[in-house]
Nanobody
Framework: QLQVVESGGGLVQPGGSLRLSCADSGSTLRYYNIGWFRQAPGKEREGISSISSTGSATNYADSVKDRFTISRDNAKNTVYLQMNSLTPEDTGVYYC????????????????WGQGTQVTVSS
């Protein structure tokens, strides 16, 4: 299974930006489609964006479209999530995971998760 490490979270004011990173301890992340998920307090984890292994195809949930951008640098075995125009509704723990992609939908392809990175949007 792919072991991932998420980083880049923090406290940011509404309207601010953060860039999250997803890396693996080996050098195999480049071969995987990767999705970003988030879990808000008291809510289920939801998928918000995915990117194919080559970076040629991306998907976004309606709630983050036009504000978030997913990208990857396979030379660095890292996937990024650039988050702009953040609102308090974006608060939660953000996770990345390998995914299977079905047209515009995606779901985790393994049962384990990393520790996630906390994003808090508050004034």
């Amino acid at each position: 299974q792919l072991q991932v490490v998420e980083s880049g979270g923090g406290l940011v004011q509404p309207g601010g930006s953060l860039r999250l990173s997803c890396a693996d301890s080996g050098s195999t992340l480049r071969y995987y489609n990767i999705g970003w998920f988030r879990q808000a307090p008291g809510k289920e984890r939801e998928g918000i964006s995915s990117i194919s292994s080559t970076g040629s195809a991306t998907n976004y949930a309606d709630s983050v479209k036009d504000r978030f951008t997913i990208s990857r640098d396979n030379a660095k075995n890292t996937v990024y999530l650039q988050m702009n125009s953040l609102t308090p509704e974006d608060t939660g723990v953000y996770y990345c995971a390998p995914v299977r992609i079905y047209d515009s939908r995606f779901r985790p392809s393994q049962g384990s998760w990393g520790q996630g990175t906390q994003v808090t949007v508050s004034s």
